[in-house]
């Protein structure tokens, strides 16, 4: 299940393009941040309009102001400013709840969870971080001074007084420890997205951008996967008959709808275990497993019919029609080249005698 979940995240991440590994970790950093915290201010907001306290109400609905601008800011991918931005509310809030409520509430174990995150998330320079990590430390002592022996202008009632403290002290622990253990989590999502890129890298590389088949680079790959011990592999080679002319005709636009077509079409009425592969402008390359050299034959004149009968409604021109050539012959999987030599040589004897023909 976690592992699905991170599939899906991953693929809409692989939409994104992060130019480097420092974004992306600061992507997912900030926007866990901003998740938590609006979670945070959310709860408080309904518990303080529920206990009827406006200035928190006031106070919770410009938290969440503030963190929609963060928002906003994380939409420009301006990541280090939304962290900062996020940072200082907290320590704002932090210092205005405590100055309004006292130390009891814990509020100002908010301070805490601002020193951890400024501590492990690289949001501005090192100097800025430690100036204010200093700064809250003289906060946390400034505001225990003052409350060492008065008493705050707002006082809650005591059980609700004690709800909010358990409240703050669950927040500081489970945010710290989430703070603790984002890396951790941030890791675990670029790896996949790693692993995610390689596999969209090798799919550009390998894949015929046109037509989505298999290209030329793939096929001694695919070679190594095929059984050395099946005698019976043909392969052939299938040519669009006249496609010059046809792009010359029609303009190369067309030329494409009809290079769509015929891979869907060869899709649609070939076994699944048949391999095809983009070889070169209008040359397809078909292997075969299973299969002896007649039986190819049949197959390949059975498709050749078939797309000469069908009509072909393209978007540029209206309806057209193609006719192939197609050269058949054995494939040994210890000396691949000479089965494709074999199955070319025989495509242009079938180009010689007319087009529009299976040769063995």
Known sequence: MLHKLRDN?????????????????LYLISYAALIFCVLIHIFSLICYLIQDIPFFVFLNCGSLLVYLVVFLFLKRKKYKL??????????????IGTYMCGISSYIIGYFLLVIVMLTLFPYGTANIRRIMILI?????????????????????????????????????????????????FVQFIISGVKEGRIVELASQIYTDPLTGLYNRRYTEIYFNTLK??????CVAILDIDDFKKINDTYGHPCGDEILVFLSNFLHSNLRKTDRIFRWGGEEFLIIMEHVAIYDAQSVMDKLRNKLAETEIKTKQKGSLSITVTVGVAPFDITNPDAGIEASDTNLYIGKRRGKNQVVI
């Open 9 to 25: 995240f991953i693929a809409n991440l692989l939409k994104q393009p992060f130019q480097q590994e420092d974004e992306l970790s």
């Open 136 to 184: 809250i430390l003289g906060l946390i002592t400034l505001l225990g001074l003052r409350y060492a022996h008065t008493v705050p202008p707002i006082a809650f009632s005591e059980g609700f007084s004690h709800f909010m403290a358990m409240v703050n002290i669950y927040i500081m622990l489970i945010g710290t420890i989430i703070e603790i253990s984002i890396n951790t």
């Open 228 to 233: 050395k011990q099946d005698p019976h592999i």
């Open 82 to 95: 939304g962290g900062f931005i996020i940072s200082l509310e907290a320590i704002l809030y932090a210092s």
